[in-house]
């Protein structure tokens, strides 16, 4: 599966973190990914790492974040959070 970010293409990776986090808060990949490609990006410190976060209408649970690496050809799925905006 492929996924848009920042102008460039990218295959997803999701870690087995990512995937155990997602389920304890009902998020598939589909919901994942459209935040990947239209929320709003905030760099980490170190290069390649980034927090994409959007509220997504019907949640209760808003701000959607996820944290991500790029791994040029891959983005990497480290993590996802409900609630949460990073600083």
């Known amino acids: 599966m492929k996924v848009r970010f920042q102008g460039s293409e990218f295959r997803v990776v999701f870690t087995e973190h990512s995937r ?3 389920a304890l808060r009902d998020l598939d990949e589909a919901t994942v990914l459209k935040v990947i490609e239209t929320g709003k990006v905030k760099a980490k410190e170190k290069p ?8 997504l209408p019907k ?4 701000l959607i974040s996820i944290s991500i690496s790029i791994e040029d050809p891959h983005l990497i799925v480290i993590t996802t959070l409900v609630n949460w905006r990073p600083t």
């Open 20 to 22: 155990t986090q997602m």
């Open 48 to 55: 390649g790492k980034f927090w994409v976060f959007k509220k």
């Open 59 to 62: 949640r209760r649970d808003n």
